[in-house]
C-alpha cells in the first residue's frame, strides 16, 4: 500500500509570499497518478494539477507541480488571499486511491 | 457541472445510513464516481468507486464490508450504503467525478458534502 507524506504539516505564510508544498511517496510512483488538491471549510474540494504537472481548468497559473516518483512539490508562485487552505497530494494506483495527510497554509 | 449530496444527519451506532449524490451537467453515465470522507479535524479517504456502467466497483481495503457503491444512471444519482454504523464513520462524505481519461483518475468536480454523525 503506498503511504503519501505531505510536509509541512502547517505552513504560515504572508499574502505575496512564495509557498512550496511536498508530497512524498512511500515507493516509486508513476507521476501521471497524482494530483493535488484545494480544500477550503464548507467548499467543494477543488483539483489544482493533474498528472503531477497539468493545471486542471481555470487554475491560476501561480499554481504549478512538480516532481517524478516518489517526490512531488505542489508551488504556489505569490500567495493570494483566497489561497489560505488545505492542500491534499492524491495518487491513483492498483489499490485505489491515496491522499497525503494534507498541509495547511495559514496566514 | 454539479454535484450536490444528501443524505446525512444523525445516525445510531450500528444503523444504516443511504447517501445519495445528485449529477447535472455532464453525461452521467460517461464517468467513473467515487465517494470520499473526511473525519472531524482529519484528511480526506477514499471510500469507493465504481465504473459508468455501474458494474464494477472498488473499495479502501479498511472499508470492505460495511459500504456499498451503487449508481442509477436514469437518475443520474450515485449511492452510498452504509451499514452497521460506528462512531469512526462520523465526518463530511464527498461524492467525486472522475475526469476524463487525461486526467489520470483525478477527480474534476466534487460535490459540497453531506455531513454523517454517529451517536447514540
Known amino acids: 500500500e503506498i503511504v503519501l507524506t505531505q510536509s509541512p504539516g502547517t505552513l504560515s505564510l504572508s499574502p505575496g509570499a512564495r509557498a512550496t508544498l511536498s508530497c512524498r511517496a512511500s515507493q516509486s510512483v508513476t507521476s501521471s497518478y497524482l494530483a493535488w488538491y484545494q480544500l477550503k471549510p464548507g467548499q467543494a474540494p477543488r483539483l489544482l494539477i493533474y498528472a503531477a504537472s497539468s493545471r486542471a481548468t481555470g487554475v491560476p497559473d501561480r499554481f504549478s507541480g512538480s516532481g517524478s516518483g516518489p517526490g512531488f512539490t505542489l508551488t504556489i508562485s505569490r500567495l493570494e488571499p483566497e489561497d489560505f487552505a488545505v492542500y491534499y497530494c492524491q495518487y491513483f494506483g492498483s489499490s485505489g486511491y491515496t491522499f497525503g495527510q494534507g498541509t495547511k497554509l495559514e496566514i | 457541472v454539479q454535484l450536490s449530496e444528501s443524505g446525512g444527519g444523525l445516525a445510531q451506532p450500528g444503523g444504516s445510513l443511504r447517501l445519495s449524490c445528485a449529477a447535472s451537467?455532464?453525461?452521467?453515465?460517461?464517468?467513473?464516481m467515487s465517494w470520499v470522507r473526511q473525519a472531524p479535524g482529519k484528511g480526506l479517504e477514499w471510500v469507493s468507486s465504481?465504473?459508468?456502467?455501474?458494474?464494477?466497483?472498488f473499495s479502501a481495503d479498511s472499508l470492505k464490508g460495511r459500504f456499498t457503491i451503487s449508481r442509477d444512471n436514469s437518475e443520474n444519482t450515485l449511492f452510498l450504503q452504509i451499514n452497521t454504523l460506528r462512531a469512526e464513520d462520523t465526518g463530511v462524505y464527498y461524492c467525486?467525478?472522475?475526469?476524463?481519461?487525461?486526467?489520470?483518475?483525478?477527480?474534476?468536480?466534487w460535490g459540497r458534502g453531506t455531513a454523517v454523525a454517529v451517536s447514540s
Open positions: 451537467g455532464f453525461t452521467f453515465r460517461n464517468y467513473a
Open positions: 467525486a467525478k472522475r475526469g476524463h481519461q487525461l486526467l489520470y483518475g483525478a477527480f474534476d468536480i
Open positions: 465504481i465504473n459508468g456502467a455501474g458494474d464494477s466497483t
